[in-house]
């Protein structure tokens, strides 16, 4: 029998995150959150993390849902938790993913009267700050109201719509009871086998795909962004390019989509680009490149290069509800799933084409020919290469590399903004499991020392790492007490190089700005961490990684290896031609 015993709206809200399946909350305490705190301390599934800044309580939660595929939930006060919650709100709304962000206002009966803290019109008017950066914005003043409002709120926070939700209640309305049987949580079917939340397949443009491309005997490359980037999407995305032997380039965003020790691999497209993509793709040589679940947006597109496109039949399958700024690029996009396209061309019968074993034999000569330049151009990189100014420090780049040798395959990747997002993008193999992550559109510093907390909570049965420096340290760094504190096992690797390494290298090589504005002080981020109770390790040569990693993997809660590393030239030269 239905129990109809009051519950408070606090409590409604808290099970309604239950039925979604929702198993951490990221917040920050305060007063006008009590019942909302009381709320999710007596749940049985749901684990309150405190952070140490709202801003970074956007940033886990964003990491979460990422490696989760549910939706990120972060609490915190109206007012000014709302307004640290806006840079993650950017974040998120960039990258498309979604997100609840829930705060907690003032009484409704202090409204309009100048009370502490008051984020309503009367107020500093917090809804009409957030409105451009979340789809729906829920003002929760009556009780009443829950079920509908609540229900606005969740219904786009899943991977096919992307949405981002601001819930607003008032903390007296918090504490109202609410029946349990007309109650914001109720699920009267199974929501995983009604709701399955994906865009369906295009099959008539798939179809047309392969009879004109894919079965024919046509030079066909595939570019990949992050709409494309999960672990089942690229496990089903290496199914299609082995049977149909098509090389794949992924962007920035979408790196991690595709193993790049792989022979069909290109590397990266764009920003950080290797050599053999941009070889490919900006050559003559293609018939047809095919774009899955990318905008084609400054990074993606080499700098907007006009060889994109040139010389080359483009198709963009993409299945974002947003339509792309794609104005430099003088093609229709076609809608469809992108997870499902995959799987759709998976399952396409090649027998009925009768010469489809030529066309394979074929696309494997020119893979071959494709494979004789190499992911680097050596004539352009730098192994054990000096500073602009002679210094000897570790490159890293070597760096780069030598944790990639040493971390487990199967590792989640978070990667910070900066100078070392390049360097990584670059020289960091991807494994293909969609186990990288980076906040790439917005590209906030700091994000990934909150965000790996998300993402190893999310997935904690992988091996997390964390690779930022010494500048998003100073902005987020905090946050590694919020991993001791809670025994989350992230290994942070910090590369210092005492300078926000891009600005810096304009600075002193080209004199853009005075050095002085890009030169950091050279903090011991070793001795901050062991402070917070974070076990960490400074690491000054490159034999040392080996040993470091080995007394991490010892340990069950965070550890921080700071390797101490020079200013280099970032290997980014094929975008950076095309932005000069």
Known sequence: MESHAPLNVSTTVVKSLEVAKIDH???????????????????????????????????????????????????????????????????????????????????????????????TQSGIFESGVVRSLVENVVELKNKDNLQAEMRRATD????????????????????????????????????????????????AALEALCNRYLLKSKRVAFLIGSRGNDPETAKVLLEVAEKFCIPVATTLSGKGAFPEDHVLSLGVYGFSGHSRAVRVINSDELDV?????????????????????????????????????????????????????????????????????????????????VNQTPLYDYKF?????????????????????????????????????????IFMAHYWLSSGIGNYFSSSSLAPMGWAVAAGI?????????????????GCMLMHGMEIQTAARYGVKVLYVVLNNAAHGAVHIDAISNGSIPAQFSELPS????????????????????????????????????????????????PNRYYAECAA
Request: hydrophobic content about 40%.
């Open 381 to 421: 990189e730098q192994p054990g290469g000096r500073g602009s100014d002679g210094d000897q420090s570790l490159y890293t780049g070597d760096v780069v590399k030598q944790l990639c040798q040493l971390l487990p395959k199967d590792a989640n990747v978070v990667v910070d903004s900066g100078a070392h997002r």
């Open 25 to 119: 909350v990221f917040l920050v305490p305060g007063k006008m959150i009590y019942p909302l705190l009381d709320a999710i301390d007596k749940s049985p599934s749901i684990r309150g993390i405190v952070c140490a800044h709202e801003t970074s309580s956007a940033f886990m939660a964003d990491g979460y849902a990422r490696a989760s595929r549910k939706f990120g939930v972060c609490v915190g006060i109206s007012g000014p938790g709302t307004m640290n919650f806006v840079p993650g709100m950017a974040a998120a709304h960039a990258d498309q993913i979604p997100m609840l962000y829930i705060a907690g206002g003032v009484s409704s009966r202090a409204e309009g009267k100048g009370a502490f803290q008051d984020a």
């Open 156 to 203: 786009g926070l899943n991977w096919m719509r992307r949405a981002q939700s601001f819930v607003s209640i008032p903390v007296d309305v918090q504490r109202q009871e609410v029946l349990a049987g007309h109650n914001a949580s109720r699920q009267p079917y199974d929501h995983d086998e009604f709701n399955a939340c994906e865009v369906p397949a295009n099959r």
């Open 289 to 369: 490149l095919v774009v899955f679940g990318s905008d084609l947006n400054q990074r993606d597109s080499m700098n907007w290069t006009e060889k994109l496109s040139a010389w080359k039949e483009l198709i963009i399958f993409d299945d974002s509800f947003d339509a792309p700024a794609t104005g430099h690029v003088a093609r229709s996009r076609v809608f469809s799933g992108i997870g499902a396209t995959f799987r759709l061309l998976s399952q396409m019968d090649t027998n009925r084409s009768a010469d489809f074993h030529t066309v394979l034999e074929r696309r494997k000569a020119w893979v071959a020919e």
């Open 454 to 470: 998300g993402v190893k909570l999310a997935a904690p049965e992988r091996p997390c790492v964390v690779v930022t420096g010494d």
């Open 523 to 570: 903090h011991d981020w070793a001795a901050f961490a062991a402070s917070l109770g974070v076990a960490s390790r400074r690491v000054e040569r490159l034999d040392d990684l080996a040993d470091a990693l080995g007394e991490a993997s010892q340990l069950n809660g965070p550890f921080m290896i700071e390797v101490m590393t020079g200013v280099f030239p970032a």
